[in-house]
């Protein structure tokens, strides 16, 4: 994370995505670990407007990854950040979810696409919306 501090580049935007790989994370762990990245991409880029996407799987696994969603979504709020849960917005459905299914745990290219245009949704919707 220190490193980020001596890069050059200025971001207006920074986003941030994640989770699905701490599924059995400790929930206070999570929690510090997400504010701590958040915290160094402040100090690195205190311009920018950092945007958390949790994780994003198809069903079954998102409603699995419904705790660390939560988790990652407290933790963001609470630095200051804004926070995108696709689990909590139910972006993958039993219905939707063979479609954009690659292994039965990450998306495939179609999902990927899926994910990319739910997020430009929410951005916009959160424009000026402030991130507590």
């Known amino acids: 994370?220190?490193?980020l501090a001596g890069t050059p580049t200025q971001f207006n935007v920074v986003v941030l995505e994640g989770g699905?790989?701490?599924?059995?994370?400790?929930?206070?762990?999570?929690?510090?670990?997400?504010?701590?990245?958040?915290?160094a991409v402040h100090e690195a880029w205190p311009g920018a407007v950092i945007i958390v996407?949790?994780?994003?799987?198809?069903?079954?696994?998102?409603h699995v990854l419904a705790d660390t969603a939560a988790a990652?979504?407290?933790?963001?709020?609470a630095a200051g950040a804004y926070s995108v849960n696709p689990a909590a917005r139910?972006?993958?459905?039993?219905?939707?979810?063979?479609?954009?299914?690659?292994?039965h745990t990450h998306v495939n290219s179609a999902g990927h696409a899926y994910i990319a245009q739910r997020?430009?949704?929410a951005v916009r919707t959160m424009r000026q919306i402030s991130p507590s």
């Not at 699905?20 to 915290?39: P, W």
């Not at 990652?72 to 709020?77: H, S, V």
């Open 1 to 3: 994370m220190r490193a």
């Open 20 to 39: 699905q790989n701490d599924l059995r994370a400790d929930r206070s762990q999570l929690l510090r670990d997400t504010g701590q990245v958040i915290a």
């Open 53 to 62: 996407l949790g994780p994003c799987a198809p069903q079954p696994l998102q």
């Open 72 to 77: 990652i979504d407290a933790a963001a709020r």
């Open 90 to 103: 139910k972006w993958f459905t039993d219905a939707n979810s063979p479609g954009y299914d690659f292994d």
């Open 119 to 121: 997020l430009v949704q």
